[in-house]
């Protein structure tokens, strides 16, 4: 089965450290999702691309957080400097068509934690 | 604010008994989602829903969706223990500007 793979799986480091997650969405999918997901806050949206476009950045900090597709095969994620509240799961999803009437296929996601 | 919520927050039932969950939402949408969570794991979708659909059912899995109530369930019949898992609702909104938004979730336990 095609999945979604995200790198790293875990990941910890000292605040104030830049974080770079990398995804790799399903070949021949066009649309790529961002989440975050805390306990307290839940499932979030940070970010969508599609066709390698960003559609909707308006869920992501924007003055420590960026994402990127530098090509088909690999999105990114970088929080510079990171914070201790960023410590959550963030997930890559990605997706066909019309991205968010269709289903998305989700990575197993990087779980962050910073000290 | 959240646009799904789903109900309860925890379940906990016999293997090969029946599972219900709900989810309620707030605003008009264009399609209802359901996926499962596995600790440690990505989600995964179950079924999408169309807001002129009414139910759909996929192996042990329905779905019902009623608009006016604003609200829908899932049903997961004959449960396993495998079907331990988080259970979130997803909803799209009729607009162009709608994002999915998913609910809290149900944390749904089978006992053997």
């Known amino acids: 089965d095609a999945r979604v793979t995200q790198t790293p799986r875990h990941k910890v480091t000292e605040m104030g450290q830049e974080v770079t997650m990398r995804c790799q969405p399903i070949l021949g999918h066009n649309t790529v999702f961002w989440y975050r997901q805390t306990m307290m806050q839940g499932l979030e949206l940070l970010a969508y691309?599609?066709?390698?476009?960003?559609?909707?950045d308006s869920g992501m900090p924007k003055d420590r957080f960026s994402a990127e597709m530098p090509d088909a095969t690999l999105a990114t994620l970088k929080i510079q400097p990171s914070e201790p509240r960023d410590s959550a799961v963030y997930f890559c999803a990605s997706g066909f068509g019309q991205g968010l009437y269709q289903p998305q296929h989700f990575g197993d996601g990087t779980r962050l934690s910073i000290l | 604010s959240q646009q799904g919520e789903e109900d309860p927050q925890a379940l906990s039932i016999q293997e090969g008994e029946n599972a219900t969950m709900n989810c309620s939402y707030k605003?008009?949408?264009?399609?209802l989602q359901w996926y499962r969570q596995n600790s440690g794991r990505g989600l995964v979708h179950l079924i999408l829903?169309?807001?002129?659909?009414r139910e759909k059912h996929s192996g042990r899995l329905r779905v019902t969706l009623d608009t006016s109530k604003k609200s829908s369930s899932l049903l997961i019949t004959a449960s396993r223990a495998a079907d331990t898992a988080s259970y979130f609702c997803?909803?799209?909104?009729?607009?162009?500007?709608?994002?999915?938004?998913f609910g809290p979730g149900t944390s749904l336990s089978v006992i053997p």
């Open positions: 997803a909803t799209l909104g009729k607009t162009s500007y709608d994002k999915v938004i």
């Open positions: 691309f599609r066709n390698r476009a960003p559609l909707d």
């Open positions: 605003t008009s949408i264009n399609n």
């Open positions: 829903i169309r807001s002129n659909e």
